[in-house]
């Protein structure tokens, strides 16, 4: 999953990518986001699960003020970070099995995504805990 620049269709393959807090309705959500490297504006796909029947929710390719807005919302929910992921290896990032490391009470506090590459290796990539 590419994300691609509305202001100019560029192809943005270097993405930095949030695993998000839960909110009311939805879990398992992420953030994808990149910056345009023609015209430097930000583009984010936002990625939820409705929590009532575990459908998928993909808002692709937000880009301008919307992006911004998004992004800024959304940094207060980050749980964690990746930074400059391959797009070519974003499909199980989006689809795959998140690995939650929870504490006595429950919480959230580590989560590694495993994605699988086209020849079934498996890595953790790079991340940051906020
Ligand atoms: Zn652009």
Known sequence: MDLICNNDKTVISKVDIWF???????TARKIIIGLCPRCRRPVATLIEKR????????????????????INRESKR??????????K????????????????KGETTQIRQYSSDFLGNKYLVKKQQV
Not at 20 to 26: A, E, G, P, V
Not at 78 to 86: H, I
């Open 51 to 70: 929590i009532t029947d575990g459908q998928i929710f993909v808002d692709e390719n937000i880009s301008d003020n919307a992006a911004v807005k998004l």
């Open 20 to 26: 998000l807090k839960d909110i009311k309705d939805f």
């Open 89 to 104: 290896s974003l499909s199980g990032w989006v689809y795959g099995v998140n690995t939650e490391i929870r504490n006595k």
């Open 78 to 87: 980050a749980l964690c970070k990746y930074f400059k992921v391959e797009t």
